[in-house]
């Protein structure tokens, strides 16, 4: 199995990229589908309903060094190496993918940063900014931050979201189960410190956050960081019912209209949230419902995984594995075009007690 890139200095353009053969496409009932052979296209991703894809998020790995209640069980199975697209792989794809029109990649896992050879991805990714790539950015828990933030801004990265739902040490190892909350703080004093912006997610979890929010808008305005709140979504089983934990947004930021007005502001990082300025704080506040208040009629992106499939939405199971197509130089676009005829309209998220998840598959394994 390749690891390593090529030893030329960059991956080969899409004009040289020749695909002869054909694959399976995966819905929830199997369809085969077999496709003529063009060389590699740079036709725009359009899918079935006139929306144009821009914004690829790039699982680099499942693997994660935290076990998060709402995301995995604890005793969470990863996938093996041989499972997996290397990291030459992961971006002879992303060359394709930004030929065809994509100019956000967000680099995800899993934890991205435990991925060997992450820094070599996000290089050569972060080369390609300015050349079709508006902005590459990354998602992480913070825990390896410290050691990797000085790469990121050296590769491009200007701004990181982090992820911290509370910042009491006790809930933060409750919530995490192997969590230290300074640690995480500490990333991000660092990443500060190298010049990226920071955004701080925060998934809202009845009976386990609600008491944080204000605490964790006192600490973004302190620290220069943006607040995105996250309604939890069923994704993959987990020990704990998630309706249990689940709450509306407009109930979690009850407190906060008490005391601040909100105001809508326009702010475009090419993901869902809708972004509002807050009464007397620097801090903009994002907010992500995809339960409460739906955004698919906008949706621009698409979720490539570490193991090669790309997923139309997170909400559906319909996928295409680019994986073997690479390997065996098939048709890589046909299986593109395909999955983009295929992408819905709408997810099919719903929390219900005792309900099984809407989706079996794990954040973790989907690319977050």
Same mark, same amino acid.
């Given at each position: 199995?390749?690891?390593? *890139?090529?030893?030329?200095?960059?991956?080969?353009?899409?004009?040289?990229?020749?695909?002869?053969?054909?694959?399976?496409?995966?819905?929830?009932?199997?369809?085969?589908?077999?496709?003529?052979?063009?060389?590699?296209?740079?036709?725009?991703?359009?899918?079935?309903h006139?929306?144009q894809i821009?914004y690829?998020?790039?699982?680099?790995t @499942?693997?994660?060094? #935290?076990?998060?209640?709402y995301?995995m069980a604890?005793d969470m199975? !990863?996938?093996?190496?041989?499972?997996?697209?290397?990291?030459?792989?992961?971006?002879?794809?992303?060359?394709? *993918?930004?030929?065809?029109?994509?100019?956000?990649?967000?680099?995800?896992?899993?934890?991205?940063?435990?991925r060997?050879?992450?820094d070599?991805?996000?290089?050569?990714?972060?080369?390609?900014?300015?050349?079709g790539l508006?902005e590459?950015t990354l998602?992480t828990?913070?825990m390896?931050?410290?050691e990797?933030?000085?790469m990121l801004?050296?590769?491009?990265?200007? &701004?990181?979201?982090?992820?911290? @739902?509370?910042l009491?040490?006790?809930? *933060?190892?409750?919530?995490?189960?192997v969590?230290d909350?300074?640690?995480?703080?500490?990333?991000?004093?660092?990443?500060r410190?190298?010049?990226?912006?920071?955004k701080?997610?925060?998934?809202a979890?009845?009976?386990l956050?609600?008491?944080?929010?204000?605490?964790?808008l006192?600490?973004?305005a302190?620290?220069?960081?943006?607040?995105?709140?996250?309604?939890?979504?069923?994704?993959?089983?987990?020990?704990?019912d998630?309706? @249990?934990?689940?709450?509306?947004?407009?109930? !979690?930021?009850?407190?906060?209209?008490?005391?601040?007005?909100?105001?809508p502001v326009?702010?475009?990082?090419?993901g869902?949230?809708?972004y *509002?300025a807050?009464?007397?704080?620097?801090v903009?506040?994002?907010?992500?419902?995809?339960?409460s208040?739906?955004?698919c009629?906008?949706?621009?992106?698409?979720?490539l995984?570490?193991e090669?499939r790309?997923?139309?939405c997170?909400?559906?199971?319909?996928?295409?594995?680019?994986?073997?197509?690479?390997?065996?130089?098939?048709?890589v676009?046909? #299986?593109?075009d395909?999955?983009?005829?295929g992408?819905?309209?709408?997810?099919d998220?719903?929390?219900?007690?005792?309900s099984?998840?809407?989706?079996? &598959?794990?954040?973790?394994?989907?690319?977050?």
């Amino acid at each position: 199995m390749r690891t390593g *890139f090529r030893t030329s200095d960059s991956w080969p353009s899409p004009s040289r990229l020749c695909l002869p053969s054909c694959c399976l496409l995966h819905h929830k009932a199997p369809v085969a589908s077999t496709f003529s052979q063009p060389a590699a296209s740079t036709a725009p991703l359009i899918d079935g309903h006139g929306r144009q894809i821009s914004y690829l998020r790039l699982s680099v790995t @499942d693997r994660c060094d #935290l076990r998060c209640r709402y995301c995995m069980a604890e005793d969470m199975v !990863f996938l093996p190496k041989s499972a997996v697209l290397s990291i030459e792989e992961m971006g002879e794809l992303a060359v394709r *993918f930004v030929a065809r029109g994509i100019r956000r990649i967000r680099l995800t896992g899993g934890e991205p940063l435990v991925r060997r050879g992450i820094d070599t991805l996000a290089t050569r990714l972060g080369a390609m900014i300015g050349h079709g790539l508006d902005e590459l950015t990354l998602t992480t828990n913070g825990m390896r931050l410290a050691e990797h933030a000085p790469m990121l801004a050296s590769a491009g990265v200007r &701004r990181i979201n982090v992820s911290l @739902d509370t910042l009491d040490p006790a809930a *933060f190892r409750h919530i995490t189960r192997v969590g230290d909350v300074d640690v995480a703080l500490g990333g991000i004093a660092a990443a500060r410190a190298a010049g990226l912006a920071v955004k701080i997610n925060m998934v809202a979890l009845a009976g386990l956050n609600e008491n944080q929010l204000l605490p964790m808008l006192d600490y973004c305005a302190e620290t220069g960081c943006d607040l995105t709140l996250i309604e939890t979504m069923p994704l993959g089983e987990v020990e704990a019912d998630r309706s @249990d934990h689940y709450i509306p947004l407009h109930h !979690f930021i009850a407190p906060l209209r008490e005391t601040h007005a909100l105001y809508p502001v326009e702010k475009r990082t090419g993901g869902p949230a809708r972004y *509002f300025a807050i009464e007397d704080s620097p801090v903009t506040l994002g907010l992500i419902t995809p339960l409460s208040d739906n955004f698919c009629a906008t949706c621009n992106r698409i979720r490539l995984t570490v193991e090669g499939r790309v997923y139309m939405c997170l909400g559906q199971d319909d996928h295409v594995d680019l994986r073997a197509a690479l390997r065996d130089r098939g048709d890589v676009d046909g #299986l593109i075009d395909a999955a983009l005829a295929g992408k819905p309209r709408a997810h099919d998220f719903h929390i219900e007690r005792k309900s099984t998840p809407a989706v079996a &598959r794990h954040m973790s394994a989907t690319g977050g």
